[in-house]
């Protein structure tokens, strides 16, 4: 049986997956004659980055699925540790990349190396880190937690409405950001309308 929340949080993955690509291609092709188009659009993924995984799916995956998953399963601990330090640090990432990006916006091409640099140095850590829930959390967390466990996280993992994976009610104050990451960057949407 795959839990509610298990798909969720897999849906959510990919969809960030796909930002995370559709952020890489824009990346390397540039900003090329529509610099305008480039920074919004970059602007508006590397926001949403910061408002919806870092604001709501972290925490409730530190604060509800990795508890439970530590306490059953202890042999999860180092993982959960790395995975609660890059949550920890994450946030802060996102925010430097934002600060990179408006120093090459309006510093000039003298700025773009760094932010490039960073930026995909951030790619890669978010994929992995990804990965390592998906391949350890996932497996330990379906094969030690209760049905009373797996209610509060279906329940708690239920009203997150990520605007990017179209599965869910979309949240109308993530309209005009939605609207960005997708004029700007089709491929960036997963299975949204």
């Known amino acids: ?65 990795f508890p439970r998953v530590a306490r059953l399963a202890p042999e999860t601990m180092e993982t959960i540790v790395l995975l609660e330090k890059d949550h920890a640090t994450s946030e802060s990432a996102v925010r430097e990349l934002q600060h990179l990006l408006l120093a090459w916006e309006l510093m000039g091409e003298s700025r773009r190396e760094a932010f490039v640099e960073t930026a995909r140095h951030y790619i890669r850590f978010y994929l992995a880190h990804m990965q390592m829930e998906e391949n350890v959390i996932f497996p330990a967390a379906l094969r030690v937690l209760s049905d009373e466990d797996w209610r509060e996280l279906d329940a708690a993992f239920a009203t997150n ?5 179209g599965q869910y009610k979309r949240n ?13 960057s089709p491929g960036a949407v997963s299975g949204s309308t």
């Open 1 to 65: 049986m795959v839990h509610p929340s298990i798909r969720i949080i897999r849906e959510e993955h990919a969809a960030l997956a796909t930002l995370m690509n559709a952020f890489e291609k824009a990346l390397l092709s540039g900003p090329g004659d529509q610099p305008e188009v480039f920074f919004d659009g970059m602007r508006a993924m590397l926001f949403y980055v910061d408002e919806f995984p870092e604001q709501l799916h972290h925490p409730k995956e530190s604060n509800l699925l």
């Open 161 to 165: 409405c990520d605007p990017l994976t």
């Open 172 to 184: 109308p104050a993530f309209d005009r950001l939605f609207a960005r990451i997708l004029m700007h």
